[in-house]
């Protein structure tokens, strides 16, 4: 493909190389509630991007000349990637909930709430990508983008378009970026634009066909891109529809994608539509749809019953605080659904939700759990909703790993994963302001002149855990210095 | 001061220069409302940084030869400044509250709320800035780095410490940033620590005195920066301390600034403490302290009878989006105080805001609104309660020069009104990627690698209004391409 050959380090299409060594400072979940910081770590990566050990107290001597042979490895012969001071690995981002398509709509949202919003806004610029150089143009500027803010797992929604969402996936494997592509399908002809929509059950599901397939002949053992079921959500699908992609899914075991209980006005509609199915849920479990590998979009009014019904199905939910906000869908309970045992991600949901970055929605998803919790009455429940530093940033890799069935593969640095990380590093205050002007990381005056420091300033004294919350708060993409997918660079800040 | 020394374009303490002609589109408030969209237009701009013309169809040749004449200027003598095609003048953002001695706090705040997170994160820090090494280190990077956002204008808190805040004072006329400089008065017993109030309401008063004599032995006219009374807030003093301050302010006719109803225990808390007033804001009516010129941060929980109150001495509000969701506080209802005929402007407040961009805080407002929406019932007040983008950038510009008093000076490109402002530039997603790599901006492979175009993506095919709103949701201080304050060109990207 074309978009990986503007640089040579970006061609993920090629060997990830050998065996190599990254030392220095590794921070991931360990918990759903704490992050754990291995300091003078090394995570030794083999040529096909599996981690094959993590060892502490580890240099480069150390590791040439103890672990490598302990491995198998020639000492000499493997690639030691050691960081500067202050700088730390981080598991790549996961977003579980994002439309490719909409990227160019990013902050264009108005007032609009979910229904008007989608007629006015979604349906038009989805439709307009049939034309295969648009698609090209957005969908390569959204890949690239969120590589850039180190999201290294996409849960894509393209188009209802065959050959456009072929594209996406084409795109995301030249430039190395972990996928799941799905055709949009949407067939209900009373609740769909003429100019936008399937033109019956039966071509819906041949379309998502035509995508699987293809999916299948440029990537067959979904290493790194996987085809997802995506009927676009209950109101836009017929009954029909939806029992043969229910049906398709028991056929294949392919993932399955789709929205609930996003909107209230949205909620009442598909209790129209679906007078006999008892909640929104239940019409997805009435279809075959409701199932460990499905991952329902905000969840943001379920039911008791519905939250039930999730979790015995063990079906995940894709948080998207900066879309339920900004289309005034409400606030969801995280916490509520967590002591429900159901599984939560995040997503950005562009453009729904107007960033690129997992890291953002982290960052509002902290927010948004406190105005969940200003709801609630004085007490333990109150105090239990809102989120922390450590569970926001588990939401965004480990959390989004168990949603897309990808937690045995990524979301942290063990054994037996595969190295899906970014590498960050902040801006030092340093003392001597001149010496910090000649500071390659920046100090202060450089690294706001220059602009590549980004906005998180490093006094000295803070504690690591304030450091990551920093990142956490004013961090963006020129914290993330380089990421890397099944151990192959697929990015990098100059 | 040496703080403008590391770059000579910074010497904001020297000459603004001769003067300038700046051509290109102009974006402002033409009404609380609505943006107007300048295109083509000439602002003219004299020595001292006063706009004397804005004029349409203008470009180069005509500026010197038709409108200088008439300006009675040498055309040949004048500086233009014309700025490429698709970016834009928009005025300078006005912070109306923000803690400048919190700053290394942003981003650290746990799961505390407003009168424990006083205690546990904020005294501490703000005590230690006695060390004038260490306040210096703290109020640079603050001062350069709201700069970097586009913040012409700052209304500060500093510390206790009298020297400390007349060093604030002194990087704010050396940087070049129009700044509101408040020493923090806090003086009651029982309620400030031991190691961190002032001795007695006269030790509040005189140091407070000293603090004003110092910014008017260095800005004597408060051309630039002025002194601000500053309560903390009614709970950290005393009576007594309060007369005074509100007997100086009567004497001098100095702005006030201060907290109100920000937490329901803080309301709690100050009902307790002063049980004959009828309020929180009646607290300050009480003492003389509730008048045009006081700015009051939050006002989350005002009942019906302090809004009138405030609407009826005239007081102003700072909205502080990020620091009220961050610590639980509520959500503030902008339109209801609006429909009351109060002032309101946009605060960072960091560090209980985690963000020092004026941009975020207009982008959260928006959010936040939604957050107060989503509580309302549904019907005409519910749609009324979101904010739009244009009110938005109105809170960030003009409502913010209102609610400190500068609404002649600041906030719109209008003859007579000084040239604080900013150049906003937005990165194109060009059609040709290899040519894309080329553009100086950017386009995307260069933009997203090289770090310096931000990630406002525009596809070609929006509208001004649409890029604008991209702007307000994507973009950072990588789009403030340039700054200036009174004509000074105070920071500028590299």
Same mark, same amino acid.
């Given at each position: 493909?074309?978009e990986a050959?503007?640089?040579s ?6 060997p990830a ?8 400072t590794?921070v ?6 704490a992050?754990e910081?291995l300091h003078d770590?090394?995570v030794?990566?083999?040529?096909r ?8 107290d ?22 030691v990637?050691?960081?500067r ?7 790549g ?10 990227y ?8 609009s709430?979910?229904?008007d919003w989608?007629?006015?806004?979604t349906?038009p ?10 698609a ?5 500027a959204c890949?690239?983008r ?5 999201t ?6 393209a ?8 594209l996406?996936?084409?795109?995301c494997?030249?430039?190395g ?8 399908c949407m067939d ?7 100019y936008y929509?399937?033109e ?7 379309a ?7 999916v299948?002949a440029?990537?067959p053992d979904?290493?790194?891109?996987s ?12 009954s029909?529809a939806m029992h043969a992609?229910g049906?398709?899914?028991?056929e294949?075991g ?14 009442a509609l ?18 075959g ?10 969840a ?17 939910i ?9 289309l005034?869908?409400g ?7 967590w ?7 995040l997503?950005?949901?562009?453009s ?6 997992i890291l953002e ?5 902290? =927010?948004?759990?406190?105005h969940?919790a200003?709801?609630l ?6 105090e ?5 530093t450590?569970?926001?940033?588990? =939401? ?6 168990r ?6 593969r ?9 190295f899906?990380?970014? =590498? ?6 340093l003392?001597g ?5 000649e500071g390659?990381?920046?100090g ?6 220059a602009?590549?420091a980004?906005n998180?300033?490093?006094?000295g ?5 304030e450091?990551?919350?920093k ?21 990098e800040r100059?």
């Amino acid at each position: 493909m074309g978009e990986a050959s503007h640089d040579s380090k970006l061609d993920a299409m090629g060997p990830a190389g050998g065996n190599k060594v990254y030392i220095g400072t590794f921070v991931h979940s360990r918990t759903r509630e704490a992050l754990e910081l291995l300091h003078d770590t090394g995570v030794f990566v083999d040529g096909r991007g599996t981690i094959v050990a993590v060892e502490p107290d580890c240099h480069a001597a150390r590791a040439r000349e103890v672990i490598c042979p302990r491995l198998g490895w020639d000492g000499a012969d493997v690639e030691v990637i050691a960081v500067r001071q202050g700088q730390f690995f981080f598991p790549g981002f996961i977003d579980t909930h994002v439309h490719a398509s909409q990227y160019p709509n990013v902050g264009i949202f108005g007032k609009s709430t979910l229904l008007d919003w989608l007629n006015t806004y979604t349906f038009p610029l989805e439709s307009s990508l049939s034309n295969l150089e648009r698609a090209r143009r957005v969908y390569t500027a959204c890949v690239r983008r969120t590589l850039a803010h180190g999201t290294t797992t996409s849960a894509y929604y393209a188009t209802v378009d065959v050959a456009a969402t072929n594209l996406l996936a084409d795109i995301c494997l030249a430039l190395g970026q972990r996928a799941f592509v799905g055709r949009v399908c949407m067939d209900h002809a009373d609740m769909c634009p003429e100019y936008y929509r399937d033109e019956s059950p039966e071509a819906s599901l041949a379309a998502t066909r035509q995508c699987i397939d293809h999916v299948r002949a440029v990537d067959p053992d979904y290493a790194l891109v996987s085809p997802i079921i995506t009927p676009r959500f209950a109101p836009s699908c017929t009954s029909e529809a939806m029992h043969a992609l229910g049906a398709l899914h028991r056929e294949t075991g392919l993932p399955i994608q789709t929205h609930v209980s996003e909107n209230l006005s949205e909620v009442a509609l598909v209790k129209s539509l679906f007078p006999d199915s008892a909640s929104y849920a239940a019409v997805y479990d009435d279809h075959g749809l409701l199932t460990p590998r499905t991952v329902l979009a905000h969840a943001v009014h379920l039911t008791d019953d519905e939250a039930d019904l999730v979790a015995a199905r063990g079906a995940k939910i894709s948080h998207c605080p900066a879309s339920n906000s900004a289309l005034t869908s409400g606030a969801a309970r995280v916490r509520w659904m967590w002591e429900r045992s159901i599984d939560i991600g995040l997503g950005t949901d562009m453009s729904g939700g107007h960033s690129p970055s997992i890291l953002e929605a982290a960052r509002l998803a902290t =927010l948004v759990s406190r105005h969940v919790a200003m709801g609630l009455p004085e007490g333990s429940e109150k105090e239990r909703a809102k989120l922390t530093t450590d569970e926001a940033l588990f =939401l965004a890799t480990r959390g989004g790993a168990r949603v897309l069935g990808l937690e045995e593969r990524v979301g942290a640095f063990e054994v037996g994963m595969q190295f899906d990380a970014q =590498l960050v590093g902040l801006a030092d205050v340093l003392e001597g302001e001149e010496d910090g002007r000649e500071g390659e990381e920046g100090g202060w005056g450089a690294g706001a002149l220059a602009g590549d420091a980004g906005n998180v300033d490093v006094f000295g004294w803070e504690t690591w855990e304030e450091k990551i919350a920093k990142w956490l708060f004013n961090g963006d993409d020129r914290n993330t210095k380089k990421v890397w997918v099944k151990g192959r660079l697929v990015h990098e800040r100059r």
